[in-house]
T-cell receptor, first 114, second 111 residues
Framework: AQSVTQLDSQVPVFEEAPVELRCNYSSSVSVYLFWYVQYPNQGLQLLLKYLSGSTLVKGINGFEAEFNKSQTSFHLRKPSVHISDTAEYFCAVSGAVRDDKIIFGKGTRLHILP | DTEVTQTPKHLVMGMTNKKSLKCEQHMGHRAMYWYKQKAKKPPELMFVYSYEKLSINESVPSRFSPECPNSSLLNLHLHALQPEDSALYLC??????????FGNGTRLTVT
């Protein structure tokens, strides 16, 4: 079975500053990894995904993440945040096998300070 | 805009009411899901339909009854709910090996 840990429940950052949201996972099999964003009163939207290949994954809205197998991490980064990035961010993992369930982390609330 | 459409957006119901939540997708995805999300928590999986057959039921109480009439539609029938069932109910769809596509959810309040 897989599990995912988001170490920070909230991350405050000033506008135009860089940000990193941390995600660690555990699994006995190969994994697929995802970051989703949830804006207020909306569903979850896929930011980016790692399925295989290059460990640096670029997503929408200027976000990127790096898959690090040795550290079992998939941290999300953005070089310069905007007020519109205020949202809840969920890291998720599934086993790289047919029809495996997606397991979500507890989420990280990103607060952008003016 | 989302490619998974959920109706209604908001629903208030009493504990004796019967209501249904609806979800529709036209992406040709053959897996559809219901999730429940409480405030400040991640989504919790309730049901999975694969090729219109129920494949996963995460020990959800029988007052929640899912239905998949065809490959594009997913319903969640609600009966005799409790106040603690108040939450955001999210529908999602996916193709095998691909990420989930979520709708914007139905905000349910049980009074």
């Amino acid at each position: 079975a897989q599990s995912v840990t988001q170490l920070d429940s909230q991350v405050p950052v000033f506008e135009e500053a860089p940000v990193e949201l941390r995600c660690n996972y555990s699994s006995s099999v190969s994994v697929y990894l995802f970051w989703y964003v949830q804006y207020p009163n909306q569903g979850l939207q896929l930011l980016l995904k790692y399925l295989s290949g290059s460990t640096l994954v670029k997503g929408i809205n200027g976000f990127e993440a790096e898959f690090n197998k040795s550290q079992t991490s998939f941290h999300l980064r953005k070089p310069s945040v905007h007020i519109s990035d205020t949202a809840e961010y969920f890291c998720a993992v599934s086993g790289a096998v047919r029809d495996d369930k997606i397991i979500f982390g507890k989420g990280t609330r990103l607060h952008i300070l003016p | 805009d989302t490619e998974v459409t959920q109706t209604p957006k908001h629903l208030v119901m009493g504990m004796t009411n019967k209501k249904s939540l609806k979800c529709e997708q036209h992406m040709g995805h053959r897996a559809m899901y219901w999730y429940k999300q409480k405030a400040k928590k991640p989504p919790e999986l309730m049901f999975v339909y694969s090729y219109e057959k129920l494949s996963i039921n995460e020990s959800v109480p029988s007052r929640f009854s899912p239905e998949c009439p065809n490959s594009s539609l997913l319903n969640l029938h609600l009966h005799a709910l409790q106040p603690e069932d108040s939450a955001l109910y999210l529908c999602a769809s996916s193709q095998r090996g691909s990420p989930l596509h979520f709708g914007n959810g139905t905000r349910l309040t049980v009074t």
